[in-house]
């Protein structure tokens, strides 16, 4: 990764985000990159951030550009004489996605074709863009966006042409703690004695923002263009979350939300046939073209068996409320005051 990293010019669209936030915090602290670009149209996110980054960008390499995705000329200003693009910027949130169709679309579907343009027109040489595991056999539009958006990143590098450049998705779940996710909006409920939940059954793939962080890092390392990839993370329970939180307030079934699953797939039936196995992650292979047929793309990996499937239900891993409860006290000062 440090030839990778090292000396490069690396852009983050959404990169006020929580996941944009941690990338750069990281990459800062592990690797010695030409520059950060933080590309996002929140100007007083831009203006926090800057004073939150201020005491660890010793060398002074990071940029902040404002701008969005659905416009492509400043895409193609922005991405000028870039290495790298990760594409983090999204409208995420379920219910608003539903209720927002028009501007969820031009956003996660229409934004994702300018990215995939204007890195093709300035030559970028790798293009990481973040999925969901909503994608998988979707159910709401913010799904279907996401997987409308997967589709255009995969297909992407057969428009490249002669440009020298890879585009590749990593699809993860339920990252923890991240703006707008289930643990902070418990922890706010926890403190009025009632969380509500949807429905008692309810399980979510569960990864940290660093082990999200990490599997751009492989997939920048590793791809050769049009690999979805999927880490190896455990699922838990909505209501154990909840447990975890605050072992005295009231849990509340309140019914599932508009555009709302039971339980989360990342790799479906379908997809499997394409899907291959490695020690910490999976990674689908593109079903065009004839690429997943690629030695290159599928490397030391196992195929999958027939039939297979990765849902937080059927996972073979799962976190505990203790483990949940250690990485709670390590992120929120005031955890025990919520319990």
């Given amino acids: 990764m440090d030839k990778i990293l090292n000396g490069k010019s690396i852009l983050v669209t959404g990169g006020t985000g929580s996941f944009g936030k941690k990338f750069i915090q990281m990459t800062l602290a592990k690797f010695s990159p030409q520059k950060l670009i933080v590309l996002s149209r929140d100007e007083m996110k831009q203006w926090d951030m800057q004073k939150e980054f201020a005491g660890i960008d010793k060398k002074g390499i990071l940029r902040y550009f404002i701008g969005d995705v659905r416009d492509r000329d400043r895409l193609n200003l922005a991405f000028q004489e870039v290495d790298y693009v990760i594409h983090a910027a999204a409208t995420k949130i379920v219910p608003t996605a539903e209720y927002n169709p028009f501007e969820t679309i031009k956003t996660n579907v229409l934004g994702a074709m300018n990215v995939i343009e204007s890195s093709i027109a300035q030559k970028v040489k790798r293009v990481i863009a973040l999925s969901t595991d909503k ?85 920048l390392g590793d791809c050769v263009g049009g690999e ?16 975890a939180v605050s072992q005295t307030a009231k849990q509340a079934i309140i019914g599932v939300r508009p555009g709302e699953k039971l339980h989360e797939f990342m790799i479906g039936e379908d997809d499997a046939r394409h899907a291959y196995e490695y020690d910490a992650y999976f990674k689908i292979l593109p079903d065009i073209y004839n690429w997943h047929n690629c030695s290159q793309r599928i490397g030391q990996g196992k195929k999958c068996t027939e039939g297979f499937s990765y849902s937080s239900a059927n996972n073979q891993e799962w976190m505990t409320q203790e483990q949940l409860q250690v990485w709670l006290k390590n992120e929120y000062p005031d955890y025990d005051t919520v319990r």
Avoid at 183 to 192: D, L, Q, S
Avoid at 233 to 238: A, C, D, F, G, N
């Fill in 228 to 243: 979805i990839y999927i880490p190896k993370i455990p699922s838990m329970k909505v209501v154990d979350i909840a447990g």
């Fill in 135 to 219: 994608a998988c056999n979707p159910i709401n539009l913010y799904g279907a966006t996401k997987l409308c958006s997967d589709k255009l990143f995969v297909a992407g590098n057969a428009y490249a042409g002669i440009h020298d450049i890879r585009f590749a998705v990593v699809r993860y779940g339920n990252v923890m703690g991240s703006r707008g996710s289930v643990i902070p909006f418990f922890i706010e409920k926890a403190k009025t004695g009632e969380i509500p939940i949807t429905d008692a059954r309810m399980t979510r793939f569960m990864i940290t923002l660093e082990q999200a962080v990490e599997l751009v890092w492989l997939a």
